[in-house]
């Protein structure tokens, strides 16, 4: 990986894809935050509570998504509605990262996320040269898995009662992805 990851996350603050642009959140994305930040049904997986007002998704974004690097607004490009948050973590001294992602439940089943993932991926390896991208996903969420696999992502195992969200112990799907995987997945 090269040294200079931060320089190169910041340098690559906008990344258009076919349907999306990922970028830095702006102030003005609170409502769209508050929409899907405060869906039960969207947050199920996750272990943070819902935001319960907009003056709530306005310190999420400051506190939060503005905190570093890597945290992108997913902005969906037909309409500039940001429908979501693709959440990239560097372990630099292991030359891996791991993410998280939440998307607005009106866009589900739609391949959004699986080309939000797929353009992550493709910062990962090919301009932050990292050697492996991991990330996990609660059983019962298994639309995140498929996302994964699309991706070339592989599974690796589940972690019985791994994760404790509002009282309750869940297993969880361990998936990750290699830099040697993701060049030959390219080349076929």
Same mark, same amino acid.
Not at 11 to 29: G, Q, S, V
Not at 144 to 159: H, L, Q, R
């Given at each position: 990986m090269k040294n200079n990851y931060k320089e190169l996350l910041y340098?690559?603050?906008?990344?258009?894809?076919?349907?999306?642009?990922?970028?830095?959140?702006?102030?003005?994305?609170d409502k769209d935050v508050f929409e899907y930040g405060s869906d039960e049904k969207a947050l199920k997986?996750?272990?943070?509570?819902?935001?319960?007002?907009?003056?709530?998704a306005k310190s999420v974004?400051?506190?939060?998504?503005?905190?570093?690097?890597?945290?992108?607004?997913?902005?969906?490009?037909?309409?500039?509605?940001?429908?979501g948050c693709i959440d990239l973590r560097l372990e630099p001294e292991?030359?891996?990262a791991s993410f998280g992602y939440v998307l607005n439940r009106d866009y589900w089943g739609k391949g959004y996320m699986t080309e939000a993932l797929f353009t992550v991926l493709?910062?990962?390896?090919?301009?932050?040269?990292?050697?492996? @991208?991991e990330s996990t996903h609660y059983i019962g969420n298994e639309g995140?898995?498929? @996302?994964?696999?699309?991706?070339?992502?592989?599974?690796?195992?589940?972690?019985?009662?791994? @994760?404790k969200i509002k009282g309750v112990f869940h297993d969880v799907a361990h998936y990750a992805i290699t830099r040697n995987t993701w060049s030959e997945n390219l080349l076929k």
């Open positions: 340098d690559n603050e906008t990344i258009k894809a076919k349907n999306i642009l990922l970028r830095r959140f702006k102030k003005e994305d997986y996750l272990i943070w509570d819902g935001l319960k007002t907009l003056d709530d974004i400051i506190d939060y998504y503005w905190s570093r690097p890597g945290i992108y607004a997913i902005e969906l490009k037909k309409n500039k509605k940001c429908i292991h030359e891996k493709s910062l990962c390896f090919d301009k932050l040269e990292l050697n492996r @991208v995140s898995g498929k @996302v994964m696999k699309k991706c070339g992502m592989e599974f690796e195992g589940i972690g019985k009662q791994e @994760v």
